[in-house]
């Protein structure tokens, strides 16, 4: 089992951009709408392509570095 904070940022970014994009996929496969947000705007996305803004973010949110927040208490399986 590979630890956490053995991982690169770079690889790091790579698990959890291709877990969401295969997560969007099933919920869209499904039928299921999925939130995310571009800029201060939060958007429901539809399955058929469309998009609706549901909310604004009031504060911009910053990226942050996992490791720091769970350190070695995230396995990576």
């Known amino acids: 089992m590979v630890e956490i904070e053995e991982l690169s940022h770079e690889e790091l ?18 039928g299921v709408p999925v939130c995310g947000s571009e800029g201060d705007k939060i958007f429901k996305y539809f399955p058929d392509g469309t998009k609706k803004v549901i909310g604004k973010i009031e ?4 990226p942050i570095d ?12």
């Open 13 to 30: 970014q790579r698990i959890v951009s291709e877990a969401g994009a295969e997560a969007v996929k099933k919920a869209f496969a499904a």
């Open 66 to 77: 996992i490791h720091q927040l769970v350190g070695s208490q995230l396995p990576v399986k």
């Open 59 to 62: 504060h911009p949110t910053v």
